[in-house]
């Protein structure tokens, strides 16, 4: 019987579905008994879709339409250099 | 879905043949669309210093290259494929040392007592889906830093996986890591935003 922190472990590959058969079912028949490992096993889901939804960004001090811009007049200059 | 999918290709040869064209648009809507995972892949690869500048020489290249892109992968692909490589190589070429991640993010409170049961649970969550956590602006900036603070390589592994929706071959391919390295990075990273977000909500009930 797996515990509590094999499941938080693998908690992640359950939500994927990237388990073998018989360790998705070890852990389906855990959290249907284990209140605990369900909830973080749903808060573990949803945060993982929520960051999908929110798309955070890198920290950068630089912003597309400046990038875009640059890069543009570069590849103009390299064009009119042949 | 074939449909779609032919859609999706059709628009992407559209925006191809904009910016060989040189359309002003069309370069701020792909660097705004691809700039933020490229950054992500060259951070995580030759590390903050030069990262920008080698997504900066990835796009010059990329720009010059686009008349011979023959769309066998998706222009995302395409791209990050690009800058790893441009960030491999300088790694090779300057022998760069990226340092290694912890093994555990620090603040990782031991949750189980020896017997594997949980010791320090999480507590409940008032905002417990996910649109729920979406409507709350506490959390919405909880995860943009929380993401921002992830190690490098964690971070360019929940957003090639979680927020572009890529495959794990591509991930594995794109950032030199094996499959489970991938599910783990994948996992941590998850685990530390949940960690916040578990927090938030413990303060909210008091």
């Not at chain 1, 389906?28 to 573990?44: A, P």
């Not at chain 2, 701020?28 to 992500?40: D, F, G, T, W």
């Not at chain 2, 995302?76 to 300088?90: D, P």
Request: charged fraction near 30%.
């Amino acid at each position: 019987m797996i515990n509590c922190k094999e499941v938080s472990e693998d908690a992640s590959n359950y939500i994927d579905g990237n388990l073998p058969l018989m360790k998705r079912l070890s852990i389906k028949l855990h959290i249907f008994i284990c209140v605990r490992c369900r909830q973080y096993i749903e808060q573990l889901s949803s945060t993982a879709t929520a960051v999908a939804a929110v798309k955070p960004k890198e920290k950068t001090s630089s912003d597309a339409q400046a990038i875009a811009q640059e890069l543009l007049e570069k590849c103009k200059k390299t064009k009119s250099e042949h | 879905m074939k449909k779609t999918f032919k859609s999706k290709r059709d628009h992407e040869d559209v925006l191809i043949k904009k910016l060989i064209q040189g359309d002003p648009k069309s370069f701020e809507h792909v660097v705004e669309e691809y700039h933020n995972i490229m950054l992500s892949v060259a951070r995580a690869i030759v590390g903050e210093s030069i990262a920008d500048e080698v997504v900066q020489d990835a796009w010059i290249s990329a720009i010059k290259a686009l008349p011979k892109f023959e769309g066998r992968s998706s222009l995302k692909t395409w791209l990050l494929q690009i800058v790893s490589n441009g960030a491999k190589s300088r790694v090779r070429r300057e022998n760069r040392y990226v340092p290694l991640e912890p093994e555990n993010n620090p603040n990782q409170r031991d949750s189980f007592d020896e017997r594997g049961h949980w010791a320090n649970p999480q507590n409940q969550w008032e905002d417990n889906t996910p649109e729920a956590i979406l409507a709350n602006e506490d959390l919405k900036q909880i995860i943009e830093e929380s993401y921002q603070s992830l190690p490098a390589l964690q971070r360019a592994t929940l957003t090639m996986i979680d927020v572009e929706d890529m495959k794990l071959e591509q991930v594995c391919n794109i950032l030199d890591i094996s499959a489970s390295n991938a599910r783990v990075l994948l996992h941590r990273a998850r685990v530390a935003i949940h960690q916040n977000i578990d927090e938030y909500q413990g303060k909210k009930d008091d």
